[in-house]
T-cell receptor, first 107, second 114 residues
Framework: GQQVMQIPQYQHVQEGEDFTTYCNSSTTLSNIQWYKQRPGGHPVFLIQ?????EVKKQKRLTFQFGEAKKNSSLHITATQTTDVGTYFC???????FGAGTTVTVRA | DAGVIQSPRHEVTEMGQEVTLRCKPISGHNSLFWYRQTMMRGLELLIYFNNNVPIDDSGMPEDRFSAKMPNASFSTLKIQPSEPRDSAVYFC????????????FGNGTRLTVT
């Protein structure tokens, strides 16, 4: 079955720096969704990508879907303490989630 | 809209006891998902329903786990008998019956089995 892998599993970032988390699928995806889970909270939908090579931005967050629709990335610029949490990607019709990238920020 | 409602928020039980987790999806959402989250295994899909019918239960760990959706506004996840390794946060999520629609998660039930 489809597997979604995320790297890195943990990301410790200095406030103000940029970082990128990656999502890779073993199969071609029809779409990919990104979610954010704050500590102690539940996953919250951020964005969905559908088209090959699609790029979407939400303020300091940039999401990209690979040309082959088997990978995706989330890039955060000028990290802030509000970015703390775990970022998940999810693909296919039954939304198999990756293990997530847990982000911590040092001020 | 009240969102997806799960109960209880916390459950502490002894090994061997039956545990029932409850979920009320958002009105009008035709798909309902049960996930389990642990540090070791991340967010795992256990089962999902579409129009109250179980579509894929391949994620259900073993026969001790069962899930039902008797109507469009209610679902249960039951563990009988419970074991300490079942300790986790269980999330219910729902979405409209369209392939590309996002999931709306409940606040989860934190289960501790001693």
């Amino acid at each position: 079955g489809q597997q979604v892998m995320q790297i890195p599993q943990y990301q410790h970032v200095q406030e103000g720096e940029d970082f990128t988390t990656y999502c890779n699928s073993s199969t071609t995806l029809s779409n990919i969704q990104w979610y954010k889970q704050r500590p102690g909270g539940h996953p919250v939908f951020l964005i969905q990508l559908v088209k090959s090579g699609e790029v979407k931005k939400q303020k300091r967050l940039t999401f990209q879907f690979g040309e082959a629709k088997k990978n995706s990335s989330l890039h955060i610029t000028a990290t802030q303490t509000t970015d703390v949490g775990t970022y998940f990607c999810a693909g296919d019709y039954k939304l198999s989630f990756g293990a997530g990238t847990t982000v911590t920020v040092r001020a | 809209d009240a969102g997806v409602i799960q109960s209880p928020r916390h459950e502490v039980t002894e090994m061997g006891q039956e545990v029932t987790l409850r979920c009320k999806p958002i009105s009008g959402h035709n798909s309902l998902f049960w996930y389990r989250q642990t540090m070791m295994r991340g967010l795992e899909l256990l089962i999902y329903f579409n129009n109250n019918v179980p579509i894929d239960d391949s994620g259900m760990p073993e026969d001790r786990f069962s899930a039902k959706m008797p109507n469009a506004s209610f679902s249960t996840l039951k563990i009988q008998p419970s074991e300490p390794r079942d300790s986790a946060v269980y999330f219910c999520a729902s979405r409209p019956d369209t392939d590309n629609s996002p999931l709306h998660f409940g606040n989860g039930t934190r289960l501790t089995v001693t």
